[in-house]
């Protein structure tokens, strides 16, 4: 056992050096845009009423599903073929991926803003809101600004320069956006002024993006000769898009069809909510990003022990730290809303606690996704992302006009589960990957076991001050840990994944 343990460390952490070098880096840039893009529908549920932030979170949600049709995949796939064709130092095929998708990208986003422009009413009729014809016409640049963005980010990625992802399209969108929003606000406190602030914000980022491009662009663009790689790039890309669209629709079609079968109200409760499940999904979405190559270099050089190990550890480690907030969230629900939002917004209690059943499961299973991806099984993925899309449309048609937004949880929850199911159900069958041992259960287990015991002293707690929530996480967190060192559950590997994380450092 003592000999797999040291096989497994060095293995994990040449693949590890080999892929991920500035993890670290585009993690902690990840966590500050979640952390930004928050705090700027914090300002926007605060400062306007229900009805409005629920017009604003449809508008958005139209733009973004908007963005994900018009980008086709692109953005991945001129990533990974930039990468590729400069691995091999073919400068000619790489500059071709870069002008033939600005071609294809262009015409796509100017058809894709024409279309929203000219269906800006027949949408407004669709919701059943007058009010959102203007809403889509103001956000509709969104679609070419965005893609801008995206396409230049993926570019200087392909080059293996994360620093533009992180401080263009991380950092300084959020950023950019939260104050632009906030001071729109300040100025003017209508539903106008925050639309026309994001838009502004966006323009703002892709005109520095381009500014900073056109000076500091790894090859040259201006060149006679080039290749021609439209085709090849675009049906490679197709794919990805289908995955991409179909996880999207997953969370965002709540909103959709609530904006069809409730008032703009009751759409911006549920996203209230929503918005504090993103921050329960945190850990797992960050988490991934390491990782996924890790787990690469691990498939590709057929170490399927050492990932099996690997996944374990991981899920472990995702849970104890995702668990305490799911407690904090799933327990107090309604202290939470009125704590961080106030007014009415802990009507949408019952919604948050579905949602974060079903964010539960996803964490609770580990990252499965990322696991097949590793494996190439990107098929598998599109067709577990199609059947829990289309139970999602089913549920929601079904529930929302009879429970409104409890049932568009309940749809959420019941999708996200299926789909997560279904891929750790694939994961294990094919390749006898999975996180449940006792050195996981029984840690899990104990934190509920003694969280379930202080759930009556932490609520008394809260008739003081609900600003005792505060201290719940940490507390919850420091049970974790501690039922870990009680259920002896520190295994060898957990040393390694440790060391990785200390070891990846930013790009120089």
Not at 187 to 204: P, Q
Request: aromatic share 12%.
């Amino acid at each position: 056992m003592e000999e797999i343990t040291v096989i497994s460390e060095d293995i994990i952490q040449t693949a590890f050096k080999k892929v991920a070098k500035g993890g670290a880096f585009i993690l902690a840039s990840q966590i500050l845009a979640m952390f930004f893009g928050f705090l700027r529908q914090f300002a926007v549920i605060r400062l306007l009423p229900p009805n409005d932030y629920g017009l604003f979170s449809l508008g958005m949600t139209v733009m973004g599903v908007c963005i994900i049709l018009s980008g086709l995949g692109l953005p991945a796939g001129a990533q990974r073929y930039i990468g590729f064709f400069m691995g091999k130092e073919d400068e000619l095929s790489a500059r071709g991926v870069i002008i033939s998708t600005i071609r294809i990208l262009s015409i796509s986003a100017a058809s894709f803003t024409i279309s929203i422009l000219v269906s800006a009413r027949p949408l407004a009729i669709l919701f059943k809101k007058p009010e959102m014809t203007s809403v889509i016409l103001k956000l509709a640049p969104l679609i070419t600004l965005s893609l801008c963005i995206d396409i230049i980010s993926s570019f200087y990625m392909g080059f293996h320069r994360v620093e533009v992802n992180v401080f263009f399209r991380n950092i300084g969108l959020y950023l950019v956006s939260l104050i632009s929003v906030v001071l729109g606000l300040i100025l003017r406190r209508d539903l106008s002024s925050v639309l026309w602030a994001v838009v502004l914000s966006y323009l703002l980022i892709a005109f520095f993006e381009l500014l900073y491009s056109s000076r500091k662009f790894p090859i040259p663009l201006r060149c006679k000769s080039t290749s021609r790689m439209g085709k090849e790039i675009l049906f490679f890309s197709l794919p990805l898009f289908g995955v991409s669209a179909l996880n999207y629709l997953i969370l965002q079609t709540d909103t959709l069809m609530l904006g069809h079968f409730s008032a703009a109200e009751t759409v911006g409760l549920y996203n209230a909510a929503f918005q504090l499940l993103q921050i329960l999904a945190v850990f797992l979405t960050s988490a991934s990003f390491i990782f996924m190559p890790v787990a690469s270099g691990l498939v590709a050089t057929s170490n399927n022990m050492e990932l099996k190990q690997l996944y374990r550890s991981t899920t472990k480690w995702l849970f104890i730290f995702t668990l305490p907030l799911f407690l904090v969230l799933f327990l107090f629900p309604s202290d939470i809303l009125r704590l961080v939002f106030g007014g009415i917004y802990p009507r949408a209690a019952l919604a948050l606690k579905l949602l974060c059943l079903g964010e539960f499961v996803n964490t609770f299973l580990g990252p499965n996704d990322s696991t097949l991806l590793a494996y190439g099984r990107s098929k598998v993925l599109m067709v577990t992302a199609a059947l829990s899309a289309v139970m999602n449309i089913f549920l929601n048609a079904l529930f929302i006009p009879r429970w409104g937004m409890n049932g568009a949880a309940i749809a959420s929850f019941v999708s996200l589960a299926l789909k997560n199911i279904l891929n750790s159900g694939y994961l294990y069958l094919r390749y006898k990957i999975h996180p449940f041992d006792s050195k996981y259960l029984k840690p899990v287990l104990l934190l509920i076991l003694f969280s379930s015991i202080l759930y009556f002293p932490l609520s008394y707690l809260l008739r003081f001050s609900e600003w005792f929530l505060l201290t719940y996480y940490p507390l919850f967190l420091a049970i974790g840990i501690a039922s870990v060192l009680l259920s002896k559950s520190v295994e060898p590997l957990d040393h390694v994944l440790i060391k990785l994380i200390k070891r990846t450092k930013m790009p120089q």
